[in-house]
């Protein structure tokens, strides 16, 4: 079993930042984050392999960073250039001999 403990929603302005941590119990090969909405499904916003290969949703491409800390075995999100689109709950994410895992969501709110 795995659990996952996220951090560093917020209220922020349009155009700000934030930096979201997720910190696993074990150690953790694909780990990515989500987002989600009221009413909408749960969205990829980025992911990351072991060896550092990232994929991102295009509508944040140029904006978001994905990167991780194998050794601390925490992923990260750093957010700039922050729109009110991007308010959503955002999930961290894993699999391990199958399973999938899902962190218990922090808020980001972008708003003036």
């Known amino acids: 079993q795995v659990q996952l403990v996220e951090s560093g929603g917020g209220l922020v302005q349009p155009g700000g930042s934030l930096r979201l941590s997720c910190t696993a119990s074990?150690?953790?090969?694909?780990m990515a984050w989500y987002r989600q909405v009221p009413g909408k499904e749960r969205d990829l916003v980025a992911a990351?392999?072991?060896?550092?290969?990232?994929n991102y949703a295009d509508s944040v491409k140029g904006r978001f960073t994905v990167s991780r800390d194998n050794a601390k075995n925490t992923l990260y999100l750093q957010m700039n250039s922050l729109k009110s689109e991007d308010t959503a709950v955002y999930y961290c994410?894993?699999?391990?001999?199958?399973?999938?895992?899902w962190g218990q969501g922090t808020q980001v709110t972008v708003s003036l």
């Open positions: 994410y894993t699999k391990y001999f199958g399973v999938d895992y």
């Open positions: 990351i392999t072991s060896t550092g290969s990232t």
């Open positions: 074990r150690s953790m090969v694909p």
